[in-house]
């Protein structure tokens, strides 16, 4: 079974700072897609940036990034020139691609508070 | 134009009693899920249908009934409501060839 941890349940940040949301995950499997999805107070679920585990190249969407490695199965997000925008539940997530049964397994999230 | 809709956005409700949620996408996408937020905002999936047919149930009481009309729509119904069923339920969708799942607004269900 796939498991994805979020050991930090809560961040704080000032604006226009950077900052960094850790995420690790557990899987025997070689192909696989990660995802960090926010959720601001009015809870829609909003993908912020996805990672194709087959590509070494990290992901970038903007001001936001990630770290991902492999061998040491981490993927932690990069949130650069933090805005008021960006507090919200971040939540890591992972999912193995086989077709009609694929699905998101999710860490706990972290709480991110940016600071004006 | 919303993409994946769901109604109500709110339901309040006493325990025992039965209701549905509703949920609609026109991406045209082959697979829909539901995902239950639970008080402490952990999110698991429930249930996801291909095409009309379910496909992923996770050990979700029988007291949770997914329908699929047709593959625009996945319905939930719960009979016989319990305290413990209080959270945001949430409807997904995605196209066989991404990976990507669009999500719902959600639906806060309280029961009282």
């Known amino acids: 079974a796939q498991t994805v941890t979020q050991s930090q349940p809560e961040m704080s940040v000032q604006e226009a700072e950077t900052v960094t949301l850790s995420c690790t995950y557990d899987t025997s499997e070689n192909n696989y897609y990660l995802f960090w999805y926010k959720q601001p107070p009015s809870r829609q679920m909003i993908l912020v940036i996805r990672q194709e585990a087959y590509k070494q190249q990290n992901a970038t969407e903007n001001r936001f990034s990630v770290n991902f490695q492999k061998a040491a199965k981490s993927f932690s997000l990069k949130i650069s020139d933090s805005q008021l925008g960006d507090t919200a539940m971040y939540f890591c997530a992972f999912m193995i691609y086989t077709g009609a049964n694929s699905k998101l397994t999710f860490g706990k999230g972290i709480t991110l508070s940016v600071r004006p | 134009d919303t993409a994946v809709s769901q109604t109500p956005k709110y339901l309040v409700t006493q325990m025992g009693n039965d209701k549905s949620i509703k949920c609609e996408q026109n991406?045209?996408?082959?697979?829909m899920y539901w995902y239950k937020q639970d008080s402490k905002k952990f999110l698991k999936i429930m249930f996801s249908y291909n095409n009309k047919e379910l496909i992923i149930n996770e050990t979700v009481p029988n007291r949770f009934s997914p329908k699929s009309p047709d593959k625009a729509h996945l319905n939930l119904h719960i009979n016989s409501l319990e305290l413990g069923d209080s959270a945001v339920y949430f409807c997904a969708s995605r196209s066989m060839i991404s990976y990507e799942q669009y999500f719902g607004p959600g639906t806060r269900l309280t029961v009282t």
């Open positions: 991406l045209g996408h082959d697979t």
